[in-house]
């Protein structure tokens, strides 16, 4: 091994996706604050909104998944979330735990110093993209302590977070590297790619290096699967446990 040798990713580059919720259910506030228990300074999170404009934090457009409750997004609305457990599902010993709103998130990762990946995806209830992005925008704006970087599956997505926030970080979201990946990104414009750990190759990894661009792999939960990529040009990792790549 040489002095040069990366062996995985700086403490900066470990993102927990929906907080560090192979211990703690995920998107819920116990989560984030696991996800700072265990070290980690940045955790991946979901928005959606409610009939009421409301940002929640919850990756599927209903509540039955990750809550004691059923029925869709389009049909709650914020005093709604006080019904709801969203822990109990996960552990007895989360009972209680709430969807929380990204307001409340943004305040408690200011609290414990961490960064917010935020995903934003239309989902079929939302009038239109900009009544997303517009809504994102609220409400990262009121918490300027907070590092925020944005990432979608959406290209329309990013574009729409660039109009409104140029100097923010843009991830585009692939499962699959696609052939013409550098003009896609060209036409964001970000510099960002989160690609899913098995479509990761080591001459992709090289050429984006070269390009300038960062790639952080999603979502890996097993070290040794990435073992090899990072001399390559691996820039970070998204992972359900962040203390696996912490040391």
Known sequence: MTANTKTGPTRDEVQAHRGASAVAPE???AAFRAAAEQGARWVELDVALLADETLVVIHDDSVDRTTSGTGKLATLRRADLETLDAGAWFDP????ERLPTLSQVMAVLGELGLG????????PHHRSLDQLVDAVQRD???????PVMISSFDPDALKAMHAREPDLELAMLWSELPADWQARLAAIPARTIHL????????????ARQSGIKVRAWTSNNPAELGSFWDAGLTGVITDNPKLFLG
């Open 116 to 123: 917010a990946n935020i995903e934003i995806k239309q989902h």
């Open 93 to 96: 010993r989360f009972a209680g």
């Open 27 to 29: 998107n819920t506030l």
């Open 196 to 207: 899913n750990y098995k479509a990761l190759s080591i001459g992709f990894l090289e050429q």
């Open 140 to 146: 990262i704006s009121q918490h300027k302590d907070v």
